[in-house]
T-cell receptor, first 108, second 112 residues
Framework: QKEVEQNSGPLSVPEGAIASLNCTYS??????FFWYRQYSGKSPELIMF????GDKEDGRFTAQLNKASQYVSLLIRDSQPSDSATYLCAVNKHDMRFGAGTRLTVKP | DADVTQTPRNRITKTGKRIMLECSQTKGHDRMYWYRQDPGLGLRLIYY???????NKGEISDGYSVSRQAQAKFSLSLESAIPNQTALYFC???????????FGQGTRLTVV
């Protein structure tokens, strides 16, 4: 079992819709959780981080963490074509491990 | 100038050759990481270092070695490159508390 699992997609949503991205992790001792966005051929860039159970909102983005279920999600409201990218879930305990990423396409 | 700089940005090398990828950072972070990225596989951790005297293997360290020459410099070596090491390689840094990782621009390596 991979330490960080994501649905690889691709996920396609119409412009203006909500995109929902999911991630599970295997190590219960994991302490911090991150969502990165990566455009093709570019470096990953941080969108959100979350440390505590519950929801964390930043603009159109909401991260949700459920440590009991070992589950992290990212919601993107009012999706825009510029949100089309690969979204990487990352989990930090002693090091930083990434999932395989979910490719999101937002169609105009 | 970028906070995390990788050199070279692109490299084509032949099977069996030794190659070194370099990473330097100006963020003052203690933790540095080397990842490789292949299509559909996300970022896989090769090696990481918490300080100059601390080097740790990641998920896929076979065929690679690293050197932490200073707090700001972390190099990745392929002693004898093979074609399945063709990938996009990223260096990253984070601060001591293990918060977000900051990435270099990436090195696209092709082994022919």
């Amino acid at each position: 079992q991979k330490e960080v699992e994501q649905n690889s997609g691709p996920l396609s949503v119409p412009e203006g819709a909500i995109a929902s991205l999911n991630c599970t992790y295997s190590d219960r001792g994991s302490q911090s959780f991150f969502w990165y966005r990566q455009y093709s051929g570019k470096s990953p860039e941080l969108i959100m981080f979350i440390y505590s159970n519950g929801d964390k909102e930043d603009g159109r983005f909401t991260a949700q963490l459920n440590k009991a279920s070992q589950y992290v999600s990212l919601l993107i409201r009012d999706s825009q074509p510029s949100d089309s990218a690969t979204y990487l879930c990352a989990v930090n305990k002693h090091d930083m491990r990434f999932g395989a990423g979910t490719r999101l396409t937002v169609k105009p | 100038d970028a906070d995390v700089t990788q050199t070279p940005r692109n490299r084509i090398t032949k099977t069996g050759k030794r190659i070194m990828l370099e990473c330097s950072q100006t963020k003052g972070h203690d933790r540095m990481y080397w990842y490789r990225q292949d299509p559909g596989l996300g970022l896989r951790l090769i090696y990481y270092s918490f300080d100059v005297k601390d080097i740790n293997k990641g998920e896929i360290s076979d065929g690679y070695s690293v050197s932490r020459q200073a707090q700001a410099k972390f190099s990745l070596s392929l002693e004898s490159a093979i074609p399945n090491q063709t990938a996009l390689y990223f260096c990253a840094t984070s601060d001591l508390e293990g918060t977000e990782a900051f990435f270099g621009q990436g090195t696209r390596l092709t082994v022919v």
